[in-house]
């Protein structure tokens, strides 16, 4: 059930009786979504750093979730064994506790952006399992404890299993098996006995996919590890998820007795394209890649707020079982794919836009309570 604007008003004008009459209180996101979930926006360092105030501003209206977009992989926090990097981490965490949000780690275990160093001693061969768990143990545990207390959940494994369904064959895979995913959440309970812990994918609605992560959480419940929620990154575009095969997704993750989350929630406008296709001519890049460097038709715009709409509605038709919905980013100029699959392309794919207008699908849910 909404809040309704009109007693949120009210509220706004009764907390000020005596005082000045102030305006109404602006519809925000984390109102409109407060007996849902939580609502969510990945932060990076410009935002951070308040190179970009604008979203500064929108991310303390609109959101009461953030969530690290880079500072936390290990490539960024932990660059050398033994040497960690804690500014621009703790620079994200100090911005959660001074805006009271829920701060969300992302990410321990992940093979992209990986610290070289992680899995290999000095000549480059891939080091004993016995020494990786030692590496992994001391990696997360000393990150969570650094930030006890302050962090609500981690992002403890990402990006593990294949869309087949088959396991990754990331460096931790090969060097432990499957095992290091247990051990990884093993390892981030007892480093922090308080924290959520969650694991977390993109495609989590193809079925292959699925049906591997509901086993596999299940047999860490069953282990009695710890695991609090399951993560749905969410990254969409305009002819996929299958919306079908999406909310069966959201209800298979849920039967785990997990809560589900949708981590890094945007949707690109453009056509779905892939590397194959020979970038290096221009006629390519610009039709294919980057094909409305200038803004959206208005028809494209239309169709992509529409999708956007019925993903929300997804959204909050199971709102009973996720807690928490992130859009992997504040408005379309920050966006990770204005630079994907190449560099230059201009994406349209977050809840604002580069003028840090709010998105029509979204803005007329707001302002229609
Ligand atoms: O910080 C350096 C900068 O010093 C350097 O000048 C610049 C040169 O290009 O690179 C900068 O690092 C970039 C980093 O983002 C910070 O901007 C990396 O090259 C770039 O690869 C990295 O991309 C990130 C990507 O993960 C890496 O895989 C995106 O910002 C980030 O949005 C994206 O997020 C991932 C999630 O973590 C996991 N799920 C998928 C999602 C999208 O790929």
């Known amino acids: 059930m909404k809040t309704p604007l009109i007693a949120l008003t009210l509220l706004a004008l009764a907390s000020c009786a005596g005082k000045q009459a102030q305006a109404p209180a602006e519809p925000t996101l984390k109102d409109y979504f407060a007996d849902d979930f939580l609502i969510g926006a990945a932060l990076n360092m410009d935002l951070i750093n308040g190179l970009d105030p604008k979203a500064d501003s929108i991310v303390r209206l609109h959101f009461n979730s953030i969530v690290a977009e880079n500072c936390m992989k290990s490539q960024e926090i932990h660059p050398e064994e033994g040497r960690y990097y804690w500014a621009a981490a703790d620079s994200f965490v100090d911005y959660g506790v001074k805006n009271d949000m829920a701060i969300i780690g992302h990410t321990l275990i992940w093979h992209s952006q990986l610290a070289p160093w992680f899995p290999v001693d000095s000549t480059g061969a891939k080091v004993s399992p016995d020494v990786l768990k030692e590496r992994m143990r001391d990696h997360i545990t000393t990150i969570m404890t650094r930030y ?40 981030a309970h007892e480093a922090d006995p308080d924290a959520e812990l969650y694991i977390n994918d993109y495609s989590m609605n193809k079925p292959a996919k699925r049906d591997v992560y509901v086993k596999l959480v299940n047999d860490m419940k069953a282990k009695g590890l710890r695991i609090d929620a399951i993560g749905m990154q969410g990254h969409m575009g305009m002819d996929y998820p299958d919306f079908t095969d ?25 056509p779905t394209v892939s590397r194959s296709a020979n970038i290096s001519d221009s006629v390519v890049y610009n ?46 100029g920050m966006s990770w794919k204005n630079d994907f699959p190449m560099k230059g392309r201009v994406e349209y794919p977050l809840l604002f836009d580069r003028d840090y207008r709010l998105k029509p699908f979204m803005a007329r849910r707001l302002n229609q309570q």
């Open 246 to 270: 999406f909310e069966k997704s959201i209800e298979a993750y849920a039967s785990t007795g997990c809560n589900v989350m949708i981590t890094e929630w945007d949707m690109s406008a453009l």
């Open 287 to 332: 039709t294919l890649f980057n094909p409305y460097p200038d803004g959206l038709p208005a028809d494209l715009s239309d169709h992509w707020n529409a999708r956007m709409d019925s993903v929300t509605n997804i959204l909050l038709r199971h709102s009973d079982v996720i807690s928490r919905v992130t859009a992997w980013g504040t408005h379309d």
């Open 148 to 187: 006890k207390g302050k962090i609500k959940g981690w992002d403890v494994v990402n990006e593990a299993i294949e869309d087949d369904g088959s396991y990754r064959k990331t460096p931790f895979y090969e060097i432990l098996g499957e095992e290091y995913i247990p051990l990884a959440f093993q390892y």
